[in-house]
């Protein structure tokens, strides 16, 4: 059910990127209508950063103004960017989806924790995955994670899904991706390597948690695994 208060909404969004891909799950969740449109990241239109976003970044929401081409957006609607405050946007405009708690203490666990993934697991990602720099920094973030999580509940501050989830969510799955395909900046092996230190019982806590983010409808609707996969061939190709 929408929100009575929605206006049109255009998502300017990339199936590689992780960070406009929570915007995608957060309007999953919330069974939003929008409109999408898929920039190409090595080959952005030139349109883009005049008429969309200066800082030429996905994701954008276009909100509001009339139904018009994403490739020639109206000067009524308001661009907003940058993923977290975006999620957030989604979760005001749809209360009724509950991805922000209405108590207080747990909205503040909530950013917490999305707090924690920011300064600990995606850069450990970004260190491992797009520049090769091992993968000690993204096991830290993984128990930076799991020793936040709660003892019980299937989520992040308990059994609600929330923005907090995510977060975390298109980021292990690339994650996952890229180091069971051995696709990354890293050395030939360092993925299977880091599945092996990643598959150890420590880890069992984060693990279950993370096979419940992946079995969300609105992950696997709006992760197109082939095609992410295709693309980090295409940019992590080895010699």
């Not at 108590?103 to 909530?110: E, F, M, N, T």
């Not at 491992?128 to 930076?144: K, M, N, P």
């Not at 509940?153 to 977060?167: E, L, N, R, S």
């Amino acid at each position: 059910m929408s929100s009575p208060h929605t206006q049109l909404i255009t998502l300017y969004s990339a199936k590689v990127c992780p960070y406009a891909h929570r915007v995608e799950i957060a309007l999953a969740e919330a069974n939003a209508k929008f409109k999408i449109y898929h920039i190409d990241l090595a080959n952005k239109p030139d349109w883009y950063a005049p008429k969309v976003n200066p800082a030429s970044k996905v994701p954008v929401i276009a909100y509001g103004g009339p139904d018009v081409a994403p490739e020639n957006p109206s000067p009524q609607s308001t661009k907003l960017a940058e993923s977290l405050v975006l999620v957030e946007f989604v979760a005001d405009l749809y209360p009724q989806a509950n991805l922000l708690p209405q108590d207080p203490v747990l909205r503040a666990k909530a950013r917490f924790f999305i707090e924690v993934v920011s300064s600990k697991f995606s850069p450990g990602y970004g260190k491992f995955v797009i520049r090769g720099e091992g993968y000690r920094d993204l096991l830290l973030g993984v128990e930076a994670v799991q020793e936040i999580l709660p003892d019980s509940g299937k989520y992040a501050i308990g059994d609600q899904y929330t923005i907090a989830d995510v977060a975390l969510t298109s980021f292990i799955a690339r994650v996952k991706l890229a180091s069971e395909n051995e696709l990354g900046k890293f050395e030939a092996g360092q993925g299977e390597e880091f599945v092996k230190a990643l598959d150890s019982p420590k880890y069992a806590k984060f693990n279950a948690y993370v096979e419940r983010l992946l079995e969300r409808p609105s992950f696997k609707a709006t992760f197109d695994k082939e095609y992410i996969k295709g693309a980090f061939e295409k940019r992590f190709a080895r010699a």
